[in-house]
């Protein structure tokens, strides 16, 4: 391939990227599920407020 | 297309750092150079499109001499055709404006379609005013076709802004954001519901997905016009 063909081309896949720049489809959201979140503070809070483990007396 | 991103985000953060810190220098000094990175450079510009030229539309003072040069070949490089989409035909025109500091120049291009904003549900219109977020500036950008359908449907695009929030989509928040900003600033105030909270929601927003350059370069340009951040304008 000459350099005056690899340089066209290169110009043509440029071209295809700036269209493809300026036309983006909408990007996919990202939510926080709030049931998850909720269940994810229960399951922390009840660890952190559950009484402390039983140590064998002496 | 990587390689790309990477240019278009690089010019950004020059944009965005020349807003911020108001100097008189020229954004575009990467796609000054010769050869390949030339042309990554200027396709660059072109994806960039008006927001090359915003500091000096927004500090109201002449452009720099590298980046007008630099616009003048992103236009001349990447023509819109007959069929182009909504987003290219539009930021072309744009980049024209721009070039001409915002009047029409003679035998320059016509505004291109504009009945598409009218049709659409406010979900995509939010997209696509966010894709031209670079024509949402004062005068020129509010007054044009986009901005007239802008200011037609401020509640609708209020709504846009508030979704894209929850989505965490950023980019879209803040080029929705920029837009009810320029609208409050020029001849359409009034129209963005004041219970929104723009300001909040744009700081919001610039925590959030301050980390993308062009996430910045929309929320800083919308502070500015609501002039409660950046430096005074020369």
């Given at each position: ?47 952190l407020l559950s009484p402390p483990a039983p140590r064998p007396k002496k | 297309m990587e390689q790309l991103s990477g240019a278009v985000c690089d010019l950004a953060s020059e944009v965005v750092s020349v ?135 401020p509640v609708d695009l209020a709504r846009g802004f508030v979704r894209a929030v929850r989505r965490r989509d950023w980019l879209q928040a803040a080029g929705a954001g920029r837009w009810l900003a320029a ?52």
């Amino acid at each position: 391939m000459s350099a005056y063909e690899s340089e066209t081309r290169d110009l043509k896949s440029l071209e295809t990227d700036v269209d493809a720049a300026l036309n983006p489809a909408e990007a996919d959201g990202i939510f926080r599920d709030s049931r998850e979140c909720a269940g994810l503070l229960l399951v922390v809070g009840g660890l952190l407020l559950s009484p402390p483990a039983p140590r064998p007396k002496k | 297309m990587e390689q790309l991103s990477g240019a278009v985000c690089d010019l950004a953060s020059e944009v965005v750092s020349v807003l911020r810190d108001g100097d008189h220098r020229p954004v575009a000094g990467a796609a000054a150079q010769d050869g390949e990175a030339q042309a990554l450079g200027v396709a660059a510009v072109r994806v960039l499109g008006a927001d090359v030229l915003l500091p000096s539309v927004l500090f109201r003072r002449s452009p720099e001499e590298a980046d007008l040069a630099l616009v003048r070949e992103a236009v001349r490089a990447y023509p819109p055709g007959e069929d182009a989409p909504v987003s290219t035909a539009w930021s072309h025109w744009g980049m024209v404006r721009a070039l001409h500091r915002g009047r029409a120049p003679e035998g320059g291009p016509r505004e291109p379609d504009v009945s598409w904003a009218a049709e659409l549900p406010w979900q995509p219109f939010t997209h696509q005013l966010s894709l031209l977020a670079a024509l949402a500036v004062p005068e020129t950008g509010v007054t044009s076709g986009v901005g007239r359908a802008a200011a037609a449907r401020p509640v609708d695009l209020a709504r846009g802004f508030v979704r894209a929030v929850r989505r965490r989509d950023w980019l879209q928040a803040a080029g929705a954001g920029r837009w009810l900003a320029a609208l409050e600033s020029g001849p359409y105030a009034g129209g963005v519901p004041e219970s929104l909270g723009l300001d909040s929601g744009l700081e919001f927003v610039l925590r959030m997905g301050g980390e993308d350059p062009r996430v910045a370069l929309h929320a800083h340009a919308a502070q500015l016009m609501r002039g409660g951040h950046g430096p005074v304008a020369g």
